[in-house]
């Protein structure tokens, strides 16, 4: 972020950094004196923003910025929870015991690894869903 140049804007009074501008859309950041930062989206004309979308976490922001640029049409985007679940049943399918041939079986793994690496709290939500998992069981 050091690197982007200012956004400057009509209506912006705080020290935002550009990082990424497409389709009337802008994507900006700022660090806070406490190490932390923020991440924004905002419609973008006549040099005025507008609808801003704020973020702490880069990958959301990120997201944000492909569906409201239309970098991507919205219905080929998968958010966290849905990358997640189609991760679980990718697992399933691995586990289950399924005659799978060795091509589908590497073309799946793969896919899991990619789903895995493209979710940023994935060990937080494993976790997560490890704790109810054993808490419905005893419940059982």
Request: with cysteine; charged share 35%.
């Amino acid at each position: 972020m050091d690197n982007s140049p200012e956004l400057t804007a009509v209506d912006l009074n705080a020290p935002y950094k550009k990082l990424l501008e497409y389709n009337d859309v802008v994507l900006a950041g700022t660090e806070h004196s406490d190490g932390s930062f923020e991440f924004v989206t905002w419609d973008c004309k006549n040099n005025s923003l507008d609808h801003g979308h704020y973020y702490e976490d880069y990958e959301r922001a990120k997201e944000d910025f492909v569906k409201r640029s239309e970098l991507l049409p919205e219905n080929q985007i998968f958010s966290a929870d849905e990358r997640f679940e189609l991760y679980r049943c990718v697992e399933d399918t691995l586990s289950a015991g399924f005659e799978l041939s060795s091509d589908v079986e590497n073309i799946l793994a793969d896919v899991k690894e990619k789903l895995k690496d493209s979710i940023p709290d994935f060990d937080e939500r494993l976790t997560t869903l490890d704790k109810q998992d054993r808490q419905q069981e005893q419940k059982m």
